[in-house]
């Protein structure tokens, strides 16, 4: 049977269609258990095409990573953007956060693989810049709600910010143990709440 391969494209679409299937495969496997022959496979490219692309299968998960932190972020800060009230941004953060992760359900594959790794890496890094730019806009946003007194007196920002991200990464281990991804914003308001009640000035 003749194979039939995608039509030649410019480098940065080839790339883009290359960490698109990478993170399409990790919505099912381990990072490490994916082959570039397979991630070959899904762009419709041979396996030496995926390397004219990407020196090696880690300079991939690089890639894959640098795509998820400008998108996630994209998206984080823009939801903020359009709302005024700072307790309500952070509402919109939440949910724009989880809607991210059910439209792109092998991200957080990818990254709590790399957080187990005990090897420090370039993906790894990337991880942790993608973290504290995303603690950095839940510091400003919780800061801006403390100086509207919309936050309780004694309530510190930086555990404020921890119990965030915990709350969404303890909201997407249950969805991805559970095999629903994309089941993630049933139950999501009443999280939040309480998260809001744990904070808000009454």
């Not at 990790?26 to 397979?38: C, D, K, N, V």
């Not at 914003?185 to 939040?192: I, P, S």
Request: glycine share 6%.
């Amino acid at each position: 049977m003749p194979i039939h391969l995608a039509p030649r494209l410019p480098t940065e679409a080839r790339q883009a269609e290359i960490v698109a299937a990478a993170l399409q495969l990790a919505r099912e496997a381990s990072p490490p258990l994916i082959t570039t022959a397979e991630i070959a496979a899904v762009v419709g490219v041979s396996q030496g095409a995926v390397f004219k692309h990407f020196a090696s299968k880690d300079a991939i998960w690089q890639a894959v990573m640098s795509w998820v932190h400008v998108q996630l972020l994209a998206a984080l800060e823009a939801a903020a953007a359009g709302v005024a009230q700072p307790l309500q941004a952070l509402e919109a953060v939440f949910e724009a956060h989880l809607g991210f992760v059910s439209a792109h359900p092998g991200v957080p594959r990818v990254i709590f693989h790399e957080l187990q790794n005990p090897q420090d890496s370039a993906v790894k890094r990337e991880v942790r810049t993608l973290m504290q730019s995303y603690r950095a806009l839940l510091l400003r946003l919780l800061r801006a709600a403390a100086q509207r007194g919309d936050v309780a007196v004694g309530v510190d920002p930086d555990a404020a910010a921890t119990l965030f991200i915990g709350t969404v990464q303890g909201l997407v281990m249950q969805a991805m143990s559970a095999g629903r991804p994309r089941a993630l914003a049933a139950g999501a308001d009443a999280v939040f709440a309480v998260f809001l009640r744990g904070i808000r000035r009454t």
